[in-house]
């Protein structure tokens, strides 16, 4: 039990912290970067996934 914790990294350097929820209808979707546009996931049933930016690009950069 519990949830699963994952961060995905983008290739322009923003980070998402993704975690999955379930829905009672199959849902299809997508989730595109806020940052650059690029395509993160394509989903496809109950199973969904949230993201929730944890870095920017900026932030990536900094560290760096
Ligand atoms: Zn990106």
Not at 48 to 53: A, E, S
């Amino acid at each position: 039990m519990g949830f699963r914790h994952l961060t995905v990294q983008c290739q322009c350097g923003a980070a998402y912290e993704r975690r999955e929820v379930r829905i009672p209808i199959r849902d299809i979707g997508s989730f595109d970067c806020t940052d650059c546009g690029a395509r993160i996931e394509i989903w496809s049933g109950k199973m969904v996934p949230l993201f929730v930016r944890v870095k920017t690009p900026e932030d990536t950069r900094r560290r760096a």
